[in-house]
């Protein structure tokens, strides 16, 4: 393996550092150190030619992973004496002060090279990135929401803005989310069994009568096999029920029943030691 020769000292450095870029893998540690040292040896950055540029960027980034950022100033300093007004390297800059725990500066940063290049999805993200950063969920959410204006069909964005909107106890916003990445990919099992437990989580009948539908679709999408959603049917169902009073809603008993067998026969098969309290636990849910 070319790591490994890499690593004993007598492997092509500069051929490893290229197939980690092709297949957009890290390996921070080893790249700092024998970046670091491709880099300090002048003739091996002669025979590097144009590519140098490219390494001092990924021993940058790497030595930013790693912490050590005094190498990380260093890689970006000679990028700026080459590429003074580039924003790539002006992203690198924005990394190191999130690095340094520099939160202004680096959203400043970041504000400066929209400006030249407003639709540039690294730097939105990483706007997202420093709100996070120092916990400021609705900061995020307001980068996000920019961020998806410009791109809409990001499936992880959208995600990520709905579990923030949970986190923050805004769940019809949350459900907006998923209706969208439900419309984006509707044959994703988990799109709908996140919808259905928002809905779940808001409670109120008609808000179970929807999480049940979609409990439902997840199980149908996922060919019965999503022991989530089974367990959302039951619960959807008994809580109707519970809500309906001597009114028994009897789709919902009929789900109920026919969710609780492909549990327990799922335990039955698979976890035998379990079955006698998921038994009891599905018992107790019962109308």
């Not at 950055?45 to 490219?54: A, F, I």
């Not at 779940?200 to 009568?209: D, F, H, K, M």
Request: hydrophobic share 40%.
């Amino acid at each position: 393996m070319l790591e490994t020769t890499v690593d004993e000292g007598v492997g092509d450095v500069v051929e490893w550092l290229a197939l980690l870029r092709k297949f957009k893998l890290r390996r921070s540690d080893k790249v700092t150190i024998h970046g670091c040292a491709l880099l300090s040896d002048p003739s091996s950055r002669k025979k590097l030619g144009s590519e140098v540029w490219t390494v001092y960027e990924q021993v940058a980034i790497a030595s930013m992973d790693c912490q050590c950022l005094d190498i990380s100033n260093l890689c970006i300093e000679r990028l700026l004496s080459k590429f003074s007004n580039s924003v790539r390297v002006g992203r690198l800059e924005g990394m190191l002060y999130e690095a340094k725990g520099q939160w202004q500066q680096a959203e400043k940063k970041y504000q400066n090279l929209l400006e030249l290049q407003p639709a540039d999805a690294f730097i939105h993200k990483r706007k997202v990135a420093i709100a996070k950063g120092q916990g400021n969920l609705s900061s995020a959410v307001e980068a996000l929401k920019q961020y998806l204006d410009i791109f809409m069909a990001d499936h992880e964005a959208w995600r990520e803005l709905a579990e923030i909107y949970i986190s923050l106890q805004k769940y019809n916003q949350a459900a907006f989310c998923y209706e969208e990445l439900i419309m984006m990919d509707t044959s994703n099992a988990n799109w709908h069994l996140n919808y259905a437990e928002v809905y779940y989580t808001i409670g109120g009948v008609e808000s179970l009568r929807i999480a049940k539908k979609y409990y439902a679709s997840a199980i149908k999408l996922s060919a019965g096999k999503n022991l989530r959603a089974l367990y959302g049917i039951c619960l959807c169902s008994a809580a109707i029920n519970q809500a309906k009073g001597r009114n028994k809603d009897e789709e919902s008993i009929d789900l109920q029943s026919l969710a609780s067998s492909v549990i327990l026969k799922e335990y039955k098969e698979k976890c035998p030691k379990k079955l006698a309290l998921v038994t009891s636990v599905l018992e107790k849910q019962k109308p």
